[in-house]
């Protein structure tokens, strides 16, 4: 495993492979789990080489503690992507790497995509990740790009990124890998006490209650019982839950069949924050 900090050198190594070779890419920002190592596995078997980028990405944090306090294991990074059989390069850029000139983020009409949801409640959060997602397509030039399925949002908004500004790549959605109590994994949780962690099992079983009974309830009354629920477990604060149609992410009031739902959740254990999602029909 070759593991590239400047991107001259991971694009000199990228174009000396053979022309029918394909590059799988897992954009990441380190704190690797298994939710990651997931996509890195399934890039590898799709294709005969994988570029894995770890970099915490400054425009994509609309509160400085957050970034700040944003989970860096970088020597466990490591090890965890070399103990994976298959041909895998890494790009751990510096700051300046990415952006040359000033830290700031490119700004994006996504179709109105970016102002649903995590869009409101983090504002620019889509301009950062278009900005180092557009930058580090580029460096990469992949054949796939594997996205997860918990940031479902960001994933609708990558598969418009690279339409917007004609990217010549694929990008693959991969489902959310769980813990055993069901929480969604994601390099947050590192951040979790143990009694958090156990707490926090609870979205996940909210999000379960709210697709069994999507079929004969209406959504306004989903709503008011995961605002119920929420408020039975005092410890975990809801910054929202909405039933949104998966397309357009708009907030759904009422059902169409013609439609797929997603119910989308955000709430704060303490001070962490996290984000969860199901499909509904
Ligand atoms: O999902 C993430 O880890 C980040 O948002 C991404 C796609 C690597 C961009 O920084």
């Known amino acids: ?40 596995n399934k890039a590898l078997e799709e294709n005969s080489l994988v570029v894995v980028s770890i970099f915490v990405n400054p425009t994509q944090f609309n509160n400085q503690a957050d970034l700040k306090k944003y989970p860096r294991t970088p020597d466990d990074d490591i090890s965890l992507l070399k103990s994976v059989k298959g041909e895998i390069i890494v790009y751990f850029p510096e700051i300046s790497d990415l952006y040359e000139d000033a830290i700031t983020a490119k700004k994006y009409n996504f179709g109105n995509l970016e102002n649903e949801m995590e869009g409101k409640h983090r504002k620019g959060h889509f301009d950062g990740v278009g900005t180092v997602v557009s930058k580090l397509l580029k460096i990469v030039k992949p054949d796939t ?18 339409t917007i500004e004609e990217l010549p790549v694929k990008i693959v959605g991969c489902p959310i890998l769980r813990e055993e109590n069901g929480l969604a994994m994601s ?6 006490s143990e009694t958090q962690f156990d707490e926090a099992a609870v979205i996940y079983k909210i999000l379960k209650e709210v697709q069994q009974k999507f079929a004969s309830t209406s959504i306004t009354d989903l709503n008011a019982m995961v605002a119920e629920r929420f408020l039975q477990n005092p410890n975990l604060k809801l910054e ?28 704060f254990a303490g001070k962490v924050r996290l984000i969860d999602n199901i499909s509904l029909n």
């Open 1 to 40: 495993m070759v593991i590239h900090t400047q991107k001259e050198t991971l694009v000199q190594a990228l174009s000396s492979i053979k022309k029918n070779d394909k590059i799988g890419f897992v954009p990441t920002m380190g704190a690797l789990h298994n939710g990651h190592m997931s996509l890195v």
């Open 187 to 192: 390099s947050r949780n590192k951040r979790l």
């Open 240 to 267: 929202y839950f909405e039933i949104a149609d998966e397309e357009t992410l708009k907030t759904a009031t009422h059902k169409n069949s013609k439609s797929k739902y997603r119910a989308f959740v955000a709430v």
């Open 145 to 162: 790009a594997y996205f997860g399925e918990k940031d479902f949002q960001q994933l609708q908004i990558v598969k418009k990124l690279v």
